[in-house]
Nanobody, 120 residues
Framework: QVQLVESGGGLVQAGGSLRLSCTAS????????MGWFRQAPGKEREIVATITWSDGRRTFYADSAKGRFTISRDKLKKTVDLQMNGLIPEDAAVYFC????????????WGQGTQVTISS
């Protein structure tokens, strides 16, 4: 079992930046794909970005995140970060960190989420 804890959310002005961090514990993350998701009030949870844990080279970004967000991971610290720049009101949501094991079809490990609020 993998435990995930997010941090770094908060209130930021439109156009500003935030860096979210996800700290993992429990079983090793070898072969995992780690991701950030978000859910705004009244909307379904949506994927934001993913990264392969082993080499950190294979990344995916939702169209809404491309060019503004960067996902990265630190193997020594066992963290997965999401750097968010140029934030817009539509980015306001609860952001969740999640992990999918190698060969798995779904992200089965989830954090509790961190709130991101954008002031215009």
């Amino acid at each position: 079992q993998v435990q995930l804890v997010e941090s770094g959310g908060g209130l930021v002005q439109a156009g500003g930046s935030l860096r979210l961090s996800c700290t993992a514990s429990g079983r090793p993350l070898s072969g995992y794909t780690m991701g950030w998701f978000r859910q705004a009030p009244g909307k379904e949870r949506e994927i934001v970005a993913t990264i392969t844990w082993s080499d950190g080279r294979r990344t995916f970004y939702a169209d809404s995140a491309k060019g503004r967000f960067t996902i990265s991971r630190d193997k020594l610290k066992k963290t997965v970060d999401l750097q968010m720049n140029g934030l817009i009101p539509e980015d306001a949501a609860v952001y969740f960190c999640a992990g999918r094991p190698h060969g798995g079809n779904t992200f089965g490990s989830w954090g509790q989420g961190t709130q991101v609020t954008i002031s215009s």
